[in-house]
């Protein structure tokens, strides 16, 4: 039998291997019913990967259309660092088709604040490259440990998340596209010595909340053109004495400064109405 239970214990490639292999007879209905539903559930375990990679592998047929995912994954709990569910969708229906019927769907059905990110981050994902979907889903971290591939990723990971296990979950190139807004120590200093008003959002490519973070701060650059909007990566090696200086101990963290003083500073995700409140008051502050 395939439950989450079985895909939360797999801890290396070989348990993964079994697994695979065990399911593999099960019928298309078997397998997606069984599947899909673990794949946009995130509590904690890394069974929503292992099922959204399985999902990708054993292509099991499905009776779903693909709007009728879209808003199963709306009202899930998906994570969405984890790129396996678009890449699915891209495979299964087609990137065009996802893109238009998301868009179709963001505005002609309404939906809470969490539910649009998570249609918003499906059309990030999908709208990109297909090389993008499918490069993370080459190595597991576990293995590029050990081939000294990623060691010193890992290392910065259990340095600002400590309770985050090297769990056995799919990792790829650095965000390149989320990138526009990236500053350094040295151009970070210039903002301060310069009396700058502007935020700067730490985030981390390994935490899927930052994709949604920037998504919501990306609606507001043209609405508050005297702010500055930029981001820290606190991977970067150089950045790590500005994360403690702020007590970056996990993204997403969001600091607010107004002529070289801190005025505020923001631990955990901001809904786009919290970010908004946070931004007026920041504002006329």
């Known amino acids: 039998m395939l439950n989450r239970d079985k895909l939360a214990k797999i801890k290396t490639y070989d348990d993964f291997f079994e697994v695979r292999q065990a399911v593999a007879s099960l019928s298309s209905t078997e397998l997606f019913n069984s599947l899909f539903p673990i794949s946009i559930e995130n509590i904690g375990d890394s069974a929503d990967s292992f099922a959204g990679l399985l999902l990708i592998e054993l292509d099991p047929k499905h009776e779903l259309t693909l709007e009728n995912?879209?808003?199963?994954?709306a009202k899930s709990k998906w994570n969405v660092s984890n790129r396996e569910i678009p890449f699915y969708l891209v495979s299964q229906f087609g990137k065009w088709n996802v893109l238009n019927k998301v868009n179709e769907l963001l505005k002609d059905v309404s939906f809470n604040e969490e539910e649009k990110n998570y249609l918003e981050t499906v059309n990030?994902?999908?709208?990109?490259?297909p090389s993008g979907l499918s490069e993370p889903l080459h190595y597991f971290e576990w293995q590029e440990v050990i081939e000294r591939k990623n060691a010193e990723q890992v290392n910065q990971v259990r340095a600002y998340a400590p309770d985050r296990q090297p769990a056995p979950r799919f990792v790829g190139r650095l965000f390149q596209t989320l990138r526009n807004n990236e500053i350094s120590k040295k151009e970070f200093i210039g903002l301060l010595s310069e009396g700058k008003t502007f935020i700067l959002h730490f985030w981390a490519e390994w935490n899927g909340y930052d994709i949604e973070q920037k998504n919501t701060i990306s609606k507001f650059r043209d609405k508050?053109?005297?702010i500055g909007f930029f981001e820290m990566d606190v991977d970067v090696k150089e950045n790590h004495d500005i994360c403690q200086e702020h007590e970056v101990f996990g993204p997403p963290t969001i600091v607010f400064y107004k002529n070289g003083k801190l005025i505020n500073r923001i631990v955990g995700l901001l809904k786009e109405s919290q970010l908004e409140s946070e931004l007026q008051s920041f504002e006329s502050a």
Do not use: E, V
């Not at 990030?124 to 490259?129: E, F, L």
């Open 69 to 73: 995912m879209l808003l199963k994954i």
């Open 224 to 226: 508050y053109p005297n």
């Open 124 to 129: 990030y994902w999908a709208s990109g490259p």
